[in-house]
């Protein structure tokens, strides 16, 4: 990361992407660099291994639920980059749902919980997570956010591709995780992350399985008025915020860096960098 950046500030580079939301300030304050942020469809979330005892218990993942503080997850994880969200795709892709009832961190509330889940005194559980800085970052912020639950996080972290071998197994009990977007539609967000179909791929990581999940995103494929898609696609997002197979943590922004020089330089929302407009002034 270092390394690229340098390369843009002393002229052997013109762009560069994913910076890290640690150089935001830096980057910011340099004369010689233009920080490009957008908002893109890719989310971050906590996957819990629904199939696994405690957590196919919806006691015990609305318990963790409230939990954790999501602002102070922006703030200290993402250095204020991203935004909070319940819905697991950004505002930008169709059939997004923006009335979903918010998380809100009530930590009486969810030690009750948990005690009426049978687990007075919390438990031992193993996180996964990629080996990237800013992942571990956010479990470690987790493992701290839980004791207070009695829940003891073991953070295990992965190289990247071991990482997907063993969560796509569903050796783990929760894991870090993210999904981004490249159609902007919601069924690219929501068939293979929720959908029952998406455990034997692996990306449906949580496991989750609900038949009237699959029956909704069989009929909004199928459904050609746009809509009555959309509402399908509401209806799905509404069943998974009471299920919580997953926690969203944060709807992303892509970071790059120009040279000063540069103009015409894009992001879509995918997250793939766009240089056919680029001008050098």
């Not at 997850?73 to 991203?82: A, D, E, F, P, S």
């Not at 990629?130 to 004791?147: C, G, H, N, S």
């Not at 879509?268 to 056919?276: I, V």
Request: net charge negative.
């Amino acid at each position: 990361d270092a390394t690229r950046i340098a390369m843009v500030k002393t002229g052997e580079a013109r762009a560069a992407d994913h910076v890290p939301v640690t150089d935001v300030e830096r980057i910011g304050k340099d004369s010689s660099m233009n920080l490009v942020r957008t908002t893109i469809y890719r989310s971050e979330f906590i996957s819990f291994n629904t199939e696994r005892a405690p957590f196919n218990n919806p006691k015990v993942r609305e318990a963790i639920s409230q939990a954790i503080d999501y602002d102070g997850l922006i703030k200290g994880v993402y250095n204020g980059v991203g935004t909070t969200s319940v819905s697991s795709m950004g505002p930008q892709v169709f059939g997004h749902n923006p009335n979903l009832k918010p998380y809100v961190y009530n930590m009486e509330n969810a030690k009750k919980l948990l005690a009426d889940a049978g687990y007075p005194n919390g438990f031992k559980a193993t996180l996964y997570v990629p080996d990237r800085k800013i992942r571990i970052k956010m479990a470690e912020v987790i493992q701290a956010q839980l004791k207070p639950l009695g829940i003891d996080i073991e953070i295990r972290s992965l190289e990247q591709g071991t990482y997907f071998k063993e969560t796509e197994e569903g050796k783990q009990d929760l894991c870090i995780d993210g999904w981004s977007n490249q159609t902007g539609d919601a069924d690219f967000s929501l068939t293979p992350v929720f959908g029952s179909g998406g455990i034997k791929t692996g990306q449906n990581i949580a496991r989750y399985n609900n038949p009237k999940i699959d029956q909704l995103l069989d009929q909004a494929r199928s459904e050609i008025d746009p809509e009555k898609r959309k509402q399908l696609y509401y209806q799905v997002q509404e069943i998974v915020r009471e299920d919580i197979p997953v926690i969203v943590t944060q709807v992303g922004e892509d970071l790059s860096v120009t040279a000063k020089n540069i103009t015409g330089f894009w992001v879509t929302p995918g997250g793939n960098p766009m240089f056919n407009d680029v001008k050098f002034n």
